[in-house]
C-alpha cells in the first residue's frame, strides 16, 4: 500500500525561522556573506534541520550540497 | 574540523571527515558530564576508516578486492567481511532479492550497505562513551541516538534529487534514514533481477531502527519501483518515501513528514 505525500514542502522559509529549536544558538546571518547555494538552501526551507538525506554525495558534491551549506551556517 | 557552539554547559561538538569517497558529519551533544567528547570522536572516526580500509574497491589491496579475486577467503579475512556478507544476505531475503551483493557485476559487492553499517558502528562508538545524543550522517546516510535537545528530536531533511538546493520535506528521526539515488554520482546503481544499471524511482529514502538494513532497503527500493513498496510494508519498522521519475512524491501508508 502506498499514499502520495503531498503539501509537505517547505516554502518560503525566512531567515527570520532560521533557528533552532533546541536553543543552543541564537546569531544573525549576514546574508551578504551566503553563497548562492546557501541562499537558495534558506529560500528552500532548510529550518530547524541538523542534516540532509541524499543521494551519495561525493566530496565536491558535498561542498556544493544543502547539507555543506547548513555546516557552513552552523546549523 | 571541528566546531562547538554552547548554551550554559551544553554544547554540540561537530566534526567532518573524509572518508569513503564522500564526507561524514558528526553532531555529538556534550552536557560536560562525560569524558572528553574528542576522544569518543576519534574512535568514531577511527571505526570509518579502518572500514574503508577492510572494504573499499578503489583500493586493489584491501582485504575486500583481495576477496573478489580470490586472493583472500572470507574466513581469513577480517572478520568485518564475514559480518556484512552475513548482513547482504539478510537484506536480499527481506527486499525479495531486490538488493543482492552476490549478483552484482564485477564480483561480490557490499557498497550498497557497507556506508550505512559503518556509519552505524560509528555512532555506536560514540554512544558507548557515553554521549547518548548524537548524529552520524555519512554523505547522506544518517544514524541518530536520542535527540538534538529535550524538546527537539534531531530533524533531517530529505532532499530533492532534482535540485541540491530544495528537500521533499523534513524527517524528525529516530533511528536512521538511507537514501539512495542517482542525482550525485550517475547511474552507478545496478538491478540484480534486469541484469543492468538502472533505477525506476529518482531516489528512494528508507527510515527505520538500524542504518545498515535501511541502506540495504533504501539501494532495493530506487532500483525496484513501485513494486519496492510490497517489501517494506512487510518489514516492521521501516516505512519509505520515493521521488518517481516524473517528481511525485509517494510514501508508505507508515511514513509521515513532520
Known amino acids: 500500500m502506498k499514499v502520495t505525500v503531498s503539501g509537505s514542502r517547505i516554502t518560503n522559509v525566512s531567515i527570520a525561522s532560521l533557528n533552532d529549536g533546541g536553543n543552543y544558538r541564537s546569531q544573525s546571518i549576514d546574508q551578504q556573506s551566503i553563497p548562492m547555494l546557501e541562499q537558495q538552501a534558506l529560500q528552500a526551507q532548510s529550518a530547524n534541520i541538523q542534516g540532509v538525506s541524499g543521494a551519495t554525495y561525493t566530496s565536491t558534491g558535498f561542498d556544493q550540497s544543502l547539507q555543506s551549506a547548513l555546516k557552513k551556517l552552523g546549523l | ?258
Open chain 2, 1 to 258: 574540523m571541528t566546531a562547538t557552539k554552547t548554551a550554559g554547559k551544553t554544547r554540540v561538538v561537530r566534526e567532518l571527515l573524509r572518508v569513503m569517497g564522500t564526507v561524514v558529519t558528526f553532531d555529538v551533544i556534550d552536557d560536560g558530564s562525560k569524558d572528553d567528547v574528542h576522544v569518543a570522536l576519534a574512535s568514531a572516526r577511527a571505526v570509518l576508516r579502518r572500514a574503508d580500509a577492510v572494504f573499499s574497491l578503489w583500493k586493489p589491496d584491501s582485504p575486500l578486492s583481495r576477496v573478489r579475486r580470490g586472493e583472500l577467503d572470507v574466513i581469513d579475512a577480517p572478520s568485518e567481511i564475514e559480518e556484512v556478507l552475513r548482513l547482504c544476505r539478510d537484506v536480499r531475503e527481506l527486499s525479495d532479492g531486490w538488493f543482492d551483493a552476490e549478483a552484482m557485476p564485477g564480483g561480490i559487492d557490499p557498497t550498497g550497505l557497507v556506508k550505512g553499517w559503518a556509519a552505524k558502528r560509528s555512532l555506536d562508538t560514540i554512544r558507548r562513551a557515553g554521549f547518548e545524543n548524537a548524529l552520524v550522517n555519512a554523505g547522506g546516510d544518517v544514524a541518530a541516538a536520542g535527540t538534538y535537545s529535550a524538546n527537539h528530536p534531531w530533524r533531517i531533511a530529505v532532499a530533492d534529487p532534482g535540485s541540491r538546493a530544495r528537500i521533499l520535506g523534513v524527517v524528525e528521526l529516530d533511528g536512521s534514514i538511507a537514501t539512495s539515488g542517482t542525482s550525485e554520482r550517475g547511474a552507478h546503481l545496478y538491478d540484480p533481477k534486469g541484469h543492468r544499471y538502472s533505477t525506476r524511482f529518482s531516489s528512494a529514502s528508507v527510515v527505520g531502527p538500524d542504518l545498515s538494513i535501511a541502506d540495504g532497503l533504501a539501494t532495493a527500493l530506487v532500483v525496484a519501483g513501485e513494486e519496492g513498496f510490497s517489501f517494506i510494508d512487510a518489514i516492521d519498522g521501516y516505512e519509505a518515501v520515493v521521488c518517481d521519475r516524473r517528481g511525485g512524491v509517494l510514501a508508505t501508508s507508515g511514513f509521515a513528514f513532520s
